[in-house]
């Protein structure tokens, strides 16, 4: 029996112990904001805090997530006011807004650590999250804007 | 999909202006009962528009939002036209039906076809509320004025609310579109300006619904083994070790498509399971013993010499002015050229999905499709139902780049929900995303010329080759079709013998359209020879781009296949892109030097007019960045300016991407690329850093957005190269050649 937290609350798991988070989050929690794009680690849709740095959720096993404490895009701010969802609205970010939820959650975990993060910062810590259509350029924009750095 | 639909899809709404102003005589009216089961509003004006007494006003979104913006942009242009607030409009996703027109959201056409459709249903509504208002005071309807959610009687101060006015409004006769009165462009209150896109807030709090997150009672989950080469067929199957993995269910076989394989399920092995990751693991344990088919000897390097041997044999003439052969028999100064580029999957971050539901010889699909109308069509085909028995809702599109208007997933769903006996939920790993593609084609052009002192072409031939689209719908299909009115017979260069051939290819994938078209390889092709003449004359690009496309004149539309009336090709306005791109980009200041460079290019396509200059910088070890995309864009009226100029940001990184990057092989048959490690898109830092869209302010009508902002980066960033490495790149993606 597996147990952990997310989003604050307490769950129990019995299932396949190598499930990934991903798809216990999704499918069995009903927790979809969380998305799945390669199942690999390589592209960061997926992404969510495992106490509270960013992991990929679709590499992350429930074993390995065992005893942990999860924060999902439902669950980064109880109003969904986090300084960096602000910016996203602010910064009209999303385009299809598919990766969107990965990249927030990395962008929030990137402010933990580097609460004004130069541009070299932001290249480094969004590198492994892709974006398809493209919105790269915003997304700089939107995380200077939450750590209050000049663009 | 029969080939007249096919034709539809774009040979038709290429041509005829305004699918939506087609319909709308005939279909704007509502149908009494609505598909989905849903209570019909108080008062429904039109099929887009629905009002409530108390004054809320319902606008369907007939188009899917994939990230255009398109779900806010035509809403808010029928908010805007009605005059109402935008808080108070709810939006309503359409399910498939052919009443709402066209609703294949492919072709950057939407605002195209539709924008006219939603001011007339504003307007009509608008009408109808001052002559309901007329009636209650007994006054001239000329007399009375509906602005801002209310008509207003000036001579005796009377005013009413749309609400208030519902009922009545409910009874009157639909007006003529003759009466309808429109807004003066200064009166708009969004068209021009603008809205944050409406479902901004569900992606950022992770409550927006893309296709992956649809969930109904008592659905389960499916994987499914597609045939490894394309046209293969199961001969058997060993499930055995599959069932007994945790939580699989049973395995099933889809059988294969008959050709042509238009949008038909490819066939193969399901894995049906509790939930995602049980499907996927069952599907590891499936033994397969695939009959492989016809095509295993599809091989992209034999492949690759093929289509240059074609283009370098005259071919089918495409266009011609003058006579080129004659001119080159002259002798005198010879450029030739060869380019090729690859094969491309689309890779949207959400893999194609859908869930399907059948039930009493009925079907419901929730779906993120491009396409409604077209799963009605080939689930009911699929299932050999009829079409009005297959209900699509749409959801989100977690990006779709052309991928999502072909709904053989939600086939997939159908077909085994049916022998399931409970809704289906079908997941496309990445793998298969990147493996089961209807790709994008590759392509090989040769370019010839012969120039005169100042290095002016005198005489200009071009052939290209690839696989056509038309292959889904006609297994003997060898020619391009509407691809070569995609920047092949319709360059706009004014040269006075002037030669466009195309050469027969054979596909032995499927092949579909990815943003952009045929327009990524011809302007690829086109654009980088115009460069790699400038470079010869050692003249200024901007001047001899300028040159080549002469004097400001109306080309000649019959000669160009696909110009849609009412548009035409104005090379006055592709001048202007040039010289506005150039201005902007401080283009007659800014010298290349080793290391760093500056390239243009310019190209028209889904009616717009786009030139880009892109910089760039290669660092000792050679890797390339981007500082800084100019893109100059007449597009005719803009209704979203944010929305398009974000759309021109993507167009941006989506073109790095094919261009540094991007390449699907095949080799005996099978795709050897699977996932994001070995078809790489652009991260972060290899996007381009700064992307400045510069809108040109017009009155023409609306164009294209979605696509055109995509064919001039890889001849731009190639050209910018080639300015910084003196290296030529002729063939994509340019990671194959060593730059340092
Ligand atoms: S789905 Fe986890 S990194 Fe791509
Ligand atoms: S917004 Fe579409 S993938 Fe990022």
Redesign the pocket.
Known sequence: MIELKVNGASHRFDGDPDMPL?WYLRDLLALTGTK???????????TVHVNGGAA????TSMKDAAGKNITTIEGLDTNHQHPVQVAWEKVNVAQCGYCQAGQIMQAAALLVRKPKPTDRDIDEAMEGNICRCGTYSRIRQAIKMAAGVKA | MTRIDFVSRRGFLETVFSAGALVIGAQILPDEARADGTAAPAWQPTVYLGLEPDGRVIVTAHRSEMGTGIRTALPMVLADELDVDWNRVRIEQAIGDRKYGDQNTDGSTSIRSFYEAMRQSGATARLMLERAAAAKWRVPASECLARNEQVAHAASGRKASYGELVSLAAKLPIPKKEELKYKSPSEFKYIGKGLPITDQPGIVSGTAVFGLDARVPNMVYASIEHPPVFGGKVKSVDDTEARQVRGVQQTLQIPPFKPPYAFQPLGGVAVVADNTWAAMQGRKRLKVNWELGPNTAYDSASYKRILFETVRKPQKVARNVGDVDAEFAKGGRIHEAEYYAPMLAHAPMEPVNAVAEFKNGKVTAWAPTQNPQAVQDTVAKALGIKNEDVTCHVTLLGGAFGRKSKPDYVAEAALLSRQVGKPVKVVWSREDDMQFDFYHAVAAMYVKAAVDAKGRPTAWLQRCAFPPIESQNDVAARFGGFEQGMGWSDVPFDIPNHRAENGPAEAHVRIGWLRSVANIYHAFAVQSFADELATAANRDRVEYLLDLVGKPRKLDVQSIPLNTPGYGFDTGRLRNVIEKVAEQSGWAKKKSRPGHGYGIAVHRSFQTYVAAVVEVEIDPKGTVRIPRVDYAVDTGLVVHPDRVRSQFEGAAVFGTSLALMGEITAQAGRIQQTNYHNYPVARISEAPRDVHVQLIQNDAPPAGVGEPGVPPIAPALCNAIFAATGKRIRELPIKKTKLV
């Open positions: 991903l799945y794009g390669c199942g690999m680690g390589l592209c960061g849709s997926c990929r959720s679709c590499v």
